[in-house]
Structures are given as structure tokens and as C-alpha cells.
């Protein structure tokens, strides 16, 4: 069974430009979710999609969008990037399906994304 | 909001010796706590997850035990080896109810190296 997958691993941007990452979910999977990774924050939580909807939305500015394709598979996008955008973009994957128990989350292996 | 801690930001410790990683929280109690495994440049795994009305679980050397009284979960290693130096990060998943979002909050992590 094939992991998670993103594209690109490594991208490098000039402040202003836009950037749209990709992500492909365990098959199966519908819960798609997207984390930002830097040093000084750590990991924290920018959205979630189900079956196409935005579920949740974390603490970030509306710079920050994403979306989801009927096929599961999601992107997200960052408009007018800024120094501070530099950082590991994550995906999730789950069988979550929104009812009461837990599943784990499968991770993809990031894409490096350095704003110059 | 809910605050998660993970005390240690770096253990070291001899190769066949315990490794005990501390993860506390605040401000809310959640149904259940993962841990997750992460190497450089690379997603995080998922290890183990454990509900708040179970107070241990085991996988092979892992343990995880959850006091909600305390609110903090410990995370051990028995009999470590070199293989197992990355950095450990706790999660909190709230519980879903119908339509609500899967979303992750991660402590900072602690990077754990086991010296041979």
C-alpha cells in the first residue's frame, strides 16, 4: 500500500511569488490534513479536508488556502509568500471519517519550502 | 486553547538504558494522546496511541502510560539503542463528533540520542 506522497520535496521561491504544494493520501484515506514545520513553532495544524470540505482551519493567515479534489487528493496553496513562510509543509492522511473513535495519522515526507 | 508540553527539549542516555520522554497538557482533557516518532527531514511516524480510560499500553520495547488526574503521559524505551536517537513528539487528537475536523497539537518534541 502506497504512503502518503508530496510534491515537490524542495522548492525555492521569491518573496511575493505563490506556491501551490500537492498531496496524494493513503487510498482509502479522505481525511487529508496539512501541518507547517519550522524550528522556532514547531508543528502546527493549517487545515483539514473531507470528502472536499475544509473541516477545521488553524491560526493562519487567509494567505493560506487549500483545497480537495473528489479523488481525495489535496493541495494547498500560499499567495504573496513572505520570509517567514520558509518552512516543512506536512501532509496527513486518515481513515478518520469524522465518527467517535481515534486512527493514527500517516505523514508524507514534506515539502521544503524556502522563501528568498 | 489547549497547551501541550514535553519537558525535555534533548535527552541523552547510554545504549540499553530507559528512555522516559515526559508529555504534559493543560487547559483541556482529552479522549485520547499519540506519540510519534520523527528523523531529520523526514514526516513523523505514528507509534502509539492510547485512550484516557486506559492507563498503559505496550508495542514491542514501547510504553505509554496516561494519568488524566496529572494530565502527563510518559513515553519509554526500554532497552535503547542507537537506532532509536530521533525526535519524539506528543499529540493530542480532540475527540470527533459528527462533522468535526481531525486535527493534530503537537508538543515541541524531544530529540532522544542513545549513545552506543
Known amino acids: 500500500k502506497a504512503g502518503v506522497t508530496q510534491t515537490p520535496r524542495y522548492l525555492i521561491k521569491t518573496r511575493g511569488q505563490q506556491v501551490t504544494l500537492s498531496c496524494s493520501p493513503i487510498?482509502?484515506?479522505?481525511?487529508v490534513s496539512w501541518y507547517q514545520q519550522t524550528p522556532g513553532q514547531g508543528l502546527q495544524f493549517l487545515f483539514e479536508?473531507?470528502?472536499?470540505?475544509?473541516?477545521n482551519k488553524g491560526n493562519f493567515p487567509g494567505r493560506f488556502s487549500g483545497r480537495q479534489f473528489s479523488n481525495s487528493r489535496s493541495e494547498m496553496n500560499v499567495s504573496t509568500l513572505e520570509l517567514g513562510d520558509s518552512a516543512l509543509y506536512l501532509c496527513?492522511?486518515?481513515?478518520?471519517?469524522?465518527?467517535?473513535?481515534?486512527?493514527?495519522?500517516?505523514f508524507g515526507q514534506g515539502t521544503r519550502l524556502t522563501v528568498v | 486553547s489547549q497547551k501541550i508540553e514535553q519537558n525535555s527539549e534533548a535527552l541523552n542516555i547510554q545504549e540499553g538504558k530507559t528512555a522516559t520522554l515526559t508529555c504534559n497538557y493543560t487547559?483541556?482533557?482529552?479522549?485520547?494522546l499519540q506519540w510519534y516518532r520523527q528523523d531529520p527531514g523526514r514526516g513523523p511516524v505514528f507509534l502509539l496511541l492510547?485512550?484516557?480510560?486506559?492507563k498503559e499500553k505496550r508495542k514491542e520495547r514501547l510504553k505509554v502510560t496516561f494519568d488524566t488526574t496529572l494530565k502527563q503521559s510518559l513515553f519509554h524505551i526500554t532497552a535503547s539503542q542507537p537506532a532509536d536517537s530521533a525526535t519524539y513528539l506528543c499529540?493530542?487528537?480532540?475527540?470527533?463528533?459528527?462533522?468535526?475536523?481531525?486535527?493534530?497539537?503537537f508538543g515541541s518534541g524531544t530529540q532522544l540520542t542513545v549513545l552506543p
Open positions: 496527513a492522511s486518515s481513515s478518520s471519517t469524522g465518527q467517535n473513535f481515534a486512527t493514527e495519522a500517516f
Open positions: 487510498s482509502g484515506h479522505r481525511s
Open positions: 479536508y473531507f470528502s472536499e470540505t475544509q473541516r
Open positions: 487547559n483541556y482533557s482529552p479522549a485520547y
Open positions: 492510547i485512550r484516557e480510560n486506559e
Open positions: 499529540a493530542l487528537d480532540p475527540p470527533e463528533a459528527s462533522g468535526s475536523a481531525r486535527q493534530l497539537t
